[in-house]
């Protein structure tokens, strides 16, 4: 059986405070707007992960929050991952790698870059940009998460906020 998984960047965060720490950004009023739209679009699309990897920042702690609940989605799936923030496309294909196989479908919210190199490293594509809010969703061909490796993937979706 195959694996799906949604990689989402977080939503737009706020810059109004310079002297904020990068990690403690919270949302901005595009991205307390965009996440819920996002929300209601993959509850359309039935998606429902059984299990979340979030980072811990501020904005993707957000994102997940106003997202999982439009989805009709328990928050208590989500498994909030500091190696996420920062993270290398490496360190987030290891974080995969290690879910557990009773799981049939994960979504990863993080960062990009790491999150839009992860869409083309899975599944061969080329996204130059993955927008903030973006959730590309792959099927990946394979029966255990530890099996996930480059090229695993098919990108069957693509969507963010400002698609039309």
């Known amino acids: 059986m195959d694996k799906l998984l949604y990689l989402v960047r977080h939503a737009k965060s706020s810059w109004a405070d310079m002297g904020m720490r990068d990690f403690d950004r919270p949302l901005n009023k595009r991205g307390l707007r965009d ?9 359309k699309l039935e998606a429902a992960p059984s299990i979340v990897l979030c980072s811990p920042a501020l904005r993707t702690r957000q994102t997940s929050e106003l997202l999982l609940r439009e989805m009709q989605v328990s928050t208590d799936c989500v498994l909030f991952e500091s190696s996420i923030y920062e993270a290398s496309t490496t360190a987030l294909l290891q974080l995969i790698r290690n879910l557990p196989d009773h ?3 994960a979504m990863l919210i993080g960062h990009n870059p790491a999150v839009g190199c992860l869409v083309n ?5 080329r996204i130059d940009q993955m927008p903030t809010c973006a959730v590309a969703t792959i099927r990946l061909a394979v029966e255990q998460w530890k099996l996930v490796a480059n090229l695993a993937g098919q990108l069957i979706d693509f969507d963010f906020p400002k698609r039309i």
């Open 35 to 43: 996440a819920p739209e996002m929300g209601r679009r993959l509850r």
């Open 103 to 105: 799981c049939a479908t």
């Open 121 to 125: 490293q899975l599944a061969g594509n």
